[in-house]
């Protein structure tokens, strides 16, 4: 296992100077966030100019480039092709991992495993893996729901985030079940109450985590995301968390 930090951390910055921040807190990895609302790289972009998002993506500032995360805001087949675009960029830079959202709550199942199965053929293709992303508000805020889907698409994975476990309306369900189809991971530390605290007083065990995922020969990225809050040090709190995790892998 590695730590890396995703450009999400900083989400409110174009994607160079957000990769010269996590530099500056001595990241050696990172996650590109490649999300149709924001103001770093975006799909429609990957898609218009493949060649100029593969530049951009190669130049990280001496930091090892080890996933994408994706959130494509077109409908239809423009999904798909974008979503295609974004595996070539993958594919071109070496990476195997691309997270994605799962459909929102209140979407038909059968639907969303033929959208997903259709978004692992076309990686599995370009040679990556697809993972969707926990999150509440949407289908993965259940992690029984998060079994299903993986059992039912096969290729498919989960980034575990164990903050919308410990927040959402799931709360008391056993997450260990997901560890065997964990792929990537967002890490902050969280409240029953609060999304995101400050490091430390929160819920999250990251020795135990970091066990579990051991368990099954874990051996990819502990991804930090943390975003901004107000009145706090927001690198203070990004360094800190680095620390956590480097002293504990």
Same mark, same amino acid.
């Given at each position: 296992?590695? &730590? ?13 100077? #957000? ?25 429609? @972009? ?7 998002? !593969? ?6 500032? *001496?930091?090892?480039? &080890? ?5 494509? $805001?077109?409908?239809? @087949? @423009? ?5 295609? $675009? ?13 997270? !994605? ?9 059968? @639907?969303? !495993?033929?959208?997903?199965?259709? /978004?692992?053929?076309? $990686?599995?293709? $370009?040679?990556? +893996?697809?993972?969707? =992303? ?28 164990? #903050? ?13 079940? /997901? ?8 890490? +902050? ?8 605290? *400050? ?8 020795? =135990? %985590?970091?066990?579990?995922? *051991?368990?099954?020969?874990? *051996?990819?990225?502990?991804? !930090? ?12 709190? %990004?360094?800190?968390? =680095?620390?956590? /995790?480097? #002293?504990?892998?």
């Amino acid at each position: 296992m590695f &730590v890396a930090a995703t450009t999400e951390c900083f989400g409110n910055l174009p994607i160079v100077p #957000s990769l010269e921040k996590l530099v500056e807190l001595e990241f050696a990895s990172v996650e590109i966030a490649i999300h149709e609302g924001g103001c770093q790289l975006k799909p429609s @972009e990957v898609t218009a100019d493949l060649e100029k998002a !593969v530049s951009i993506c190669r130049h990280t500032h *001496r930091l090892d480039l &080890v996933a994408y995360s994706v959130e494509i $805001a077109a409908i239809g @087949e @423009e999904h798909y092709e974008q979503f295609t $675009a974004c595996c070539k960029l993958a594919q071109a830079t070496k990476v195997v991992q691309i997270t !994605v959202p799962s459909a929102e709550i209140g979407t038909p199942f059968n @639907e969303e !495993v033929e959208h997903l199965r259709r /978004l692992v053929a076309i $990686a599995t293709h $370009a040679g990556t +893996r697809v993972s969707i =992303r926990s999150q509440i508000g949407r289908l993965s805020e259940d992690p029984d729901t998060v079994v299903v889907l993986c059992d039912n698409v096969p290729g498919l994975g989960v980034t575990f985030d164990p #903050s919308q476990y410990i927040c959402g309306a799931q709360r008391n369900k056993n997450v260990d079940k /997901l560890m065997k189809y964990t792929y990537h991971t967002h890490l +902050r530390d969280t409240s029953k109450k609060q999304l995101q605290v *400050r490091i430390g007083q929160g819920e999250v065990e990251y020795g =135990r %985590l970091i066990s579990q995922l *051991r368990k099954f020969k874990y *051996r990819r990225a502990l991804c !930090v995301n943390i975003t901004e809050m107000a009145e706090v040090d927001h690198p203070g709190e %990004l360094r800190k968390l =680095r620390l956590l /995790l480097e #002293s504990q892998i």
